[in-house]
């Protein structure tokens, strides 16, 4: 007959096991409940995609929940990561309920792995099956030189755009020459940015005011060097929007149009819109709309309407400028500067010879400058002047001559007659031309086999990195909204030597400053005075009757943390202190200072110990040297206290199976008892102790650690789940022996990461180590 207490008391124990699990999988976030209400253990679905995070911040995480689980690191907005697999976790408001486990290298080199919410990042789109090869387009890319890492991408545009033409521009350069020649000083521009893509050299940021230097106005900031090398990879540019700043920028009948720079100027203040001006010819008043001001541009400079139109909005705005108003004086009340009216009733749409200026409005007084007097900037007109339609005194002017300007200047600088010298008949352009807005960012084009060419790496059309990029990119909408993106357009990418494997997109992570602005003991003066670029030798010394001091700190960036201030405990003599600074992007700094306590002045002084005279001492008979009393093994790691390495699966943690493992020395024996001072007869767990004796006596004692075995009954099981879970929730509080038992993941701390490792261990998906 069955024994009814027996079955109750067993069905009490697995009822209590299954809550205890069942509150660590709600902890975990491992198990659902379907609509019937029944419990359904989550499983991961592999997904192994790169992904981009795209919150400001993400919090990554042991397991897939908020609750008992502090974030073990943060990602930034733009990090890159790998996304391993998603899960069913914590519902999170705005989000669901669905998490990623991903993996990535953090800045300091560091491996992590941890879960975030998914709606945190987003998953980079799949790529592209390789094209088949065409041998025509192959031998294209041969004769003009394109290395292999350019052709995948050249492949892919290709595919999709057979008639697009695509040619070489050789630089003569390696890649990491190129860019330090455009990290100089004012060359690369930025603004608008997270600050880890600005430049920290002396000449771009002041550590102690946490500012970058102005280069333009009083926001454009020197880029990075990592964020010049991203935009100036040409592989980086190789979709079909980015490439569009390798279009080459001469006019070409046959492709553009008005209706093309109608979609160019598309909501914009010259969309569709009329201007008055003087007719050159009737010197009459006559009207034109700004579509047809940059064909006739076109026409007269030799250049790309849809450059021209491009390159205006990009200067001017949507909404248009100071710069094309004709009322500068108006712009100049507005900001309450001093009013002057020289500059009224001239244009420039291109904001030719609007030089960098910290002034307000002073970049738009310098280029209303050149629109009134020309490039040399003085009254007397000169036959350039004239080529040019100086002065701009109407936009049709203004478009007219600033497109001829630049042709001359930029995109035609080698027909230029100024820039020709000519020997034995044979003309050489001194210049390379600047025809494409990646050259005019960066010029870096190469004319071999001339004997006169001259480098001019400062002649730059635009200060802003990201300029070629964009006006790019608006250009390619203008030929998308025409539907005209298979007409044979023609690009030219520049050749660099010695590429990297890439240069990928920086990561936005944030401010870089972990400086103090101040360090300071209350009541007290440091001794030398803080400097925020010193961390150490602050010294202080107080009297024995001071037992305590407060440290104050202050960070110079209001997003950086600190750890190590508050109020100090001091012993007699010398008390080091740390004070640890963390800047938004996670780089840390550390400060020390040093506090002396002097000694009690009314301690008795201790009376001197008259020094006896020594008697001959006889040599001594040598002794054999005794065997150390210490364990060793070649199996198990053994510290000076401590014995690990016995692994629970399949019982391998047996007394017996222990001393198999351990070298006794000549003259000892092995004790193993429980903390309670019984022996161990089977299992050896956590806590208990494997003792070396010598006859009876104790001559070391080695504690035993087992990972997991947070009860320390050899066993790896549900109690152990338990016992942790427990001490999460701070409910029962483990002995400081069990403690590092419980650190299943061996992270330093105990939290549901280690009950998540212990689950997956019960479960025989993962192995604790040992």
């Known amino acids: 007959m069955p024994d009814h207490n027996k079955a109750c008391q067993k069905s009490g124990r697995l009822r209590f096991i299954f809550i205890v699990v069942a509150l660590i999988l709600f902890v975990l976030g491992q198990f659902s409940l379907s609509a019937s ?18 919150a400001s911040t993400a919090n990554v995480r042991t397991v897939p929940t908020t609750v008992g689980n502090d974030y073990i690191d943060q990602l930034k907005s733009g990090q890159k990561v790998l996304v391993l697999s998603s899960i069913t976790g914590e519902y999170i408001n705005g989000y669901g309920d669905t998490w990623y486990k991903v993996r990535y290298t953090r800045i300091d080199g560091q491996l992590i792995e941890g879960y975030t919410v998914a709606g945190f990042i987003a998953l980079d789109p799949l790529p592209e099956p390789e094209p088949p090869l065409d041998p025509a387009f192959e031998t294209l890319l041969d004769t003009e ?4 890492s350019y052709r995948p991408g050249l492949r892919r545009l290709h595919a999709k755009y057979p008639d697009w033409r695509f040619k070489s521009v050789p630089t003569n350069l390696k890649f990491a020459d190129a860019v330090e020649l455009m990290y100089a000083p004012g060359y690369s521009l930025l603004r608008d940015v997270d600050d880890a893509w600005k430049s920290l050299d002396p000449e771009a940021y002041n550590w102690y005011t946490d500012r970058w230097i102005p280069y333009d106005g009083s926001s454009w900031v020197m880029a990075s060097r990592a964020v010049v090398a991203y935009y100036m990879d040409p592989r980086n540019m190789m979709d079909e929007r980015d490439v569009f700043q390798f279009e080459i920028l001469n006019y070409q009948p046959d492709v553009q149009h008005t209706n093309g720079v109608e979609a160019v100027l598309n909501n914009s203040f010259m969309s569709n819109t009329s201007f008055t001006y003087v007719h050159p010819e009737t010197n009459e008043p006559a009207s034109m709309t700004y579509a047809e001001a940059f064909m006739a541009a076109a026409v007269y400079s030799d250049i ?3 450059h021209l139109a491009t390159r205006a909005r990009f200067e001017v705005g949507s909404n248009g400028s100071p710069s094309v108003t004709g009322l500068f004086s108006e712009a100049l009340a507005a900001q309450n500067l001093p009013v002057i009216t020289d500059y009224d009733g001239y244009y420039n749409f291109y904001n030719i010879g609007a030089s960098a200026s910290t002034e307000p409005l002073g970049n738009v007084r310098n280029g209303l400058e050149y629109a009134k007097y020309g490039p040399d900037r003085k009254p007397e007109q000169t036959a350039f002047d004239d080529i040019i339609l100086i002065p701009w005194s109407d936009p049709c002017r203004a478009i007219m001559g600033g497109a001829y300007d630049i042709g001359t200047r930029y995109i035609n600088a080698s027909k230029n007659p100024t820039n020709i010298v000519t020997k034995d008949g044979i003309g050489y352009p001194k210049y390379a031309d600047q025809n494409t807005l990646y050259l005019q960012k960066f010029n870096v084009a190469y004319l071999p086999d001339n004997p006169y060419f001259v480098r ?11 300029a070629p990029q964009s006006e790019g990119r608006t250009l390619y909408r203008g030929y998308e909204n025409m539907n005209e993106l298979n007409k044979p357009i023609t690009f030219l990418i520049p050749l660099y030597s010695d590429l990297p ?6 990561v936005e992570s944030g401010n870089p400053n972990n400086w103090l602005k101040s360090l300071a003991i209350k009541d007290y003066s440091l001794t030398p005075s803080f400097d925020a670029a010193v961390t150490e030798g602050y010294s202080l010394i107080v009297p024995y009757t001071v037992n305590s001091i407060e440290i104050t700190a202050t960070t110079v960036n209001s997003n950086a943390s600190t750890s190590g201030s508050g109020v100090k405990n001091l012993v007699v003599g010398e008390n080091t202190f740390t004070v640890v600074v963390t800047a938004q992007n996670g780089n840390k700094r550390t400060y020390s200072l040093t506090v002396i306590r002097q000694e009690d002045p009314n301690a008795p002084t201790p009376t001197p110990t008259p020094t006896a005279t020594p008697t001959p001492t006889p040599t001594p008979t040598p002794t054999p040297t005794p065997v150390p009393a210490v364990l060793s093994s070649t199996q198990l790691n053994i510290t000076d206290d401590t014995i690990s390495g016995l692994d629970p699966l399949n019982g391998a943690n047996t007394v017996a199976d222990l001393l198999s493992k351990l070298q006794v020395p000549t003259g000892y024996t092995i004790r193993i008892i429980k903390q309670d001072g019984q022996v161990v007869e089977s299992l050896v767990g956590t806590g208990h102790r494997v003792q070396l004796l010598r006859g009876q006596n104790v001559a070391k004692s080695y504690t035993v650690l087992l990972f997991g075995d947070a009860n320390g009954d050899g066993r790896i099981d549900s109690s152990d789940l338990n016992a942790i879970f427990e001490h999460v929730l701070r409910r029962t ?7 590092p038992a419980s650190d299943a993941d061996k992270n330093g701390k105990i939290d549901s990461s280690d009950l998540n490792h212990v689950f997956q261990h019960i479960l025989h998906r993962k192995h604790i180590e040992q």
């Open 733 to 739: 509080i483990l002995s400081d022996t069990l403690q």
């Open 145 to 148: 030189g394109f290395p292999e």
């Open 37 to 54: 209400g029944e419990t359904v253990a989550a499983t991961e679905t592999e997904i192994n995609r790169d992904g981009t995070v795209t």
């Open 304 to 306: 790309s309407p849809y």
């Open 456 to 466: 001019r790496y400062w002649h730059l059309y635009m200060g802003s990195i990201m």
């Open 501 to 506: 494997a890439e240069n990928p997109r920086p």
